[in-house]
C-alpha cells in the first residue's frame, strides 16, 4: 500500500461527458503529480501542484484541468471526453524534495464509449 | 529535454536465471533515475532510486541497478528470478533542479519460464 488513494478506481462513459478524478496524498507530502498511461503513449506526465499551486504542466490537453485543495487532496478534471481520453491516470505524491520518490496510487481506469 | 530508452520491450528469462533489463537516459543535468515496477491492475510501486550518492544501488525484491555516467545508463539486474518477478517494469527519469517531473520509458515485460 503506498499511502496514495485514488478513486474511483473504473469510471465509464460516454464521449462528451465530463469526469472527476480524485486523489489523496499520503500523509505528509506536499507534492502530487498526474499521469496518464495509455497503450499508444506510454506514461505521460500531465501536471504538478505543490501545496496548492501549479508548478508544472506536461502534455495536458486544454480540456483537463486540475487543482490542489487546502487539505492537499486533488482533483483532475476531464471534459468533452473523447475516445482517445480511454486510459489509466495515475496520481503520484512525494514530499515535495527533489530527491525524494514519488509514490503512486492504483489509477483510475477511464473507459469511454 | 529528458528521455529515457528501455531496451527491449519483452524479456523473458527462465526461473533462476539472471534478469537484465536495459535502461538508457538522456538529460542535460546530473539525473536522478528511478526503476518502477507495475504488477497487472496495480499502481507503479517504486523498485530502487539513483540520487547521485553511490552509483550500484540496491533495491527492493533483491533489485539493484548500476548508475554508469559514460554509457548514460542505468541497468535493473536480478541475479535469480522468481515467478513473482513477471510483471512490467519502468525506468524514468526527473532532474532535481525542476518540477521533478519524472520521465518514464516505454517499459519491459518480464516473463519468467518455469
Known sequence: DSGVTQTPK???TATGQRVTLRCSPRSGDLSVYWYQQSLDQGL????????????????????????????????????????????????????????????FGDGTRLSIL | AQSVTQLGSHVSVSEGALVLLRCNYSSSVPPYLFWYVQYPNQGLQLLLKYTSAATLVKGING????????????HLTKPSAHMSDAAEYFCAVSDFQGAQKLVFGQGTRLTINP
Not at chain 1, 482533483?75 to 509514490?103: I, K, M, R, T, V
Open chain 1, 44 to 103: 505521460q506526465f500531465l501536471i504538478h501542484y505543490y501545496n496548492g499551486e501549479e508548478r508544472a504542466k506536461g502534455n495536458i490537453l486544454e480540456r483537463f484541468s486540475a487543482q490542489q485543495f487546502p487539505d492537499l487532496h486533488s482533483e483532475l478534471n476531464l471534459s468533452s471526453l473523447e475516445l482517445g481520453d480511454s486510459a489509466l491516470y495515475f496520481c503520484a505524491s512525494s514530499p515535495g524534495y527533489s530527491n525524494q520518490p514519488q509514490h
Open chain 2, 63 to 74: 533489485f539493484e541497478a548500476e548508475f554508469k555516467k559514460s554509457e548514460t545508463s542505468f
Open chain 1, 10 to 12: 473504473h469510471l465509464i
